[in-house]
């Protein structure tokens, strides 16, 4: 008989499946029309339906009701993301990038990471109660690192093409792909000085100098230089498996387009197993894979990595929603609310700001005081802030003393827990929003201030309709001529309906020698010639329809054609084939020049005779027979 099978594994498939759909469908609106990142929104549908709303997504059964499962579960899932996502970083780069911007590199990864750790630690351990310094500078290093998943969300898309520069986008790019790595230095500095010198260091030996050498030797020697080797290695090895296979005609496309993805996982695990750098590993091997930018190029319109990137990213930013500990940023031992609300918000403006407006003049991709505020703003912190949180939290779990974990490495725990993952979702949401509440804080007053303006010009009760400045096409197109008025003549109506006017004050007069097309008569100072005419024509055999006044001494209205109403004449060819121009010799100069009108286009002089329209007084232009021959068989030569 069959039954209903609500279990974990169906209710997690449906809820992401369904959520994916669902916003695929409005994921450009959202992302391209809103600006709004898929971080942002994946991490509000997980809330939605994690235990705290719908209890759809049930982190907490998924690792067996066990606390550390979970946090296990969430570094490990942290892990994979970054090490993908740091791959697709570094084949991103152009070729040999980390050689040739090796100086404002190393500006952003020495004094800007360390000014951004020593600033976020100062705030931490000022609105953090009874918090030593050497606690708040592990607080510190786990946020200093910026987010590579969120600095991708920033430097990519329509608003990114449109105001970010592309040598901006690298240099944000390769800061936030190598600092994730980088940060392991400035995490256990403190961590390694916590166990050993911490709380008169019990129920540990050695003290400050074998915390300073497993710092030294662990640290930066099996774990960051090691890191960079393999991940060298691999890399370039990677590369050249590939040349050789694709020369050979071995690989297919699926399998070409994927290879950075599975090379990704291949170093996670690897570098995981021998307990290094797994992080540093994937971004110097992406680097060393695209050195000489072959990959890069041959993937560069291909939509298969950013797909990836995509389901990754939505992935886990769900689960943070779901994971994360809303209950505990209110009810906590260690930081009120009223508390940790201004941290958030001073950390997300002081944390980087300062350190990098002082280095901005000597990296040469910060050209200016804009770009500088941007840099140092949009420093986010997201997927690595939580790898690293659950990286302390695995260390600090070994510290012990009867066997139980130490009284001020317990508190530590907590203080980073909930500090740290409100750091991350006050990232999210601030980053997030920050784009489209800037769109919005543009647009609204501008748009208020062009109603406001045009309601008021629109209006002005002694301006006549035809003239206002904003009087549309009907009010003066379909405005008959007002017979009763003496002063307004038959010339202005006609020339209103004959080119569309529609500004009539923002009219300019021009020349015969520019337009090449005279009315005679004299011409009303009010309107003149729009740049934009378009003269709909008249048989050459009757007169202007336009009436002339010669009475007045005014300068004479001269109107565009649509068409030029005087070619040049074309040139007659002689037996050497050199083109000469034949006119007869009572003109002297060219049309344009004398101010002479001539036919229109498709009407053919007669061989040998005078053309002379109704209305002209000057001399006429005589069209001999040469230049007929000219005219009907250009390359034709005698």
Known sequence: MPSLEVVNFNVVCATLGGFITLFGLVSYLLKEKFYLSEALISLIAGLIFSPHATNLIKPLEFAAGSEANLNTITLYFTRLVLGVQLVLAGVQLPSKYLYKEWKSLALLLGPGMTGMWICTSLLVWALVPNLTFLHALAVGASVTPTDPVLSNSIVKGKFADKNVPKELQKIIIAESGANDGLGYPFLFLPLYLIKYVGDGGIGQTGGAAKAMGYWFGETWGYTILLSVVYGAVVGYLAKELLHWAEERRYVDRESFLVFAITLALFITGTVGMIGSDDVLACFIAGNAFTWDDWFRLETLDDSLQPTIDMLLNVAVFMWFGAVCPWYIFAHNNVIPIYRLIPLGLLILLLRRLPIVFLLHKKIPQIEELRQTLFVGF?????????????????????????????????????????????????????????????????????????????????????????????????????????????????????????????????????????????????????????????????????????????????????????????????????????????????????????????????????????????????????????????????????
Request: net charge positive.
């Open 378 to 638: 949009f420093g986010p912190i997201g997927v690595s802030a939580i790898f690293y949180l659950y990286v302390s939290l695995d260390f600090l779990d070994q510290i012990t003393f009867e066997g139980q974990m130490r009284g001020d490495v317990s508190t530590l725990a907590e203080v980073m827990t909930v500090v740290i993952w409100f750091l991350a979702i006050c990232s999210i949401v601030v980053h997030g929003l920050s784009v489209p509440l800037g769109k919005f804080g543009v647009w609204l007053p501008r748009t208020i201030s062009n109603a406001v303006s045009t309601e008021r010009e629109s209006y002005e009760p002694n301006t006549p309709i035809h003239l206002s400045e904003h009087a549309t096409t009907e009010h003066t197109t379909n405005r008959l001529p007002n017979p009763r008025s003496a002063s307004r003549s038959d010339e202005t109506s006609f020339s209103r309906h004959l080119f569309g006017i529609k500004r009539l004050g923002n009219l300019r007069r021009s020349s015969p020698a520019e337009e090449g097309y005279v009315l005679p008569g004299p011409r009303k100072e009010s309107i003149s010639a729009p740049r934009d005419a378009r003269v709909i024509g008249r048989p050459m055999d009757h007169p202007s329809p336009l009436p002339v006044s010669p009475a007045s001494g005014s300068p004479q209205l001269s109107m565009a054609p649509s068409r030029p109403m005087s070619p040049r004449l074309p040139p007659a060819f002689t037996r050497s084939g050199s083109p000469q121009r034949s006119v007869s010799s009572s003109v002297t100069s060219s049309p344009l020049q004398s101010g002479t009108k001539t036919p229109l286009p498709g009407a053919a002089p007669v061989m040998g005779r005078s053309i002379r329209f109704p209305d002209e007084t000057e001399e006429p232009v005589e069209v001999t027979a040469q230049y007929s021959q000219a005219r009907d068989n250009p390359r034709k030569t005698e």
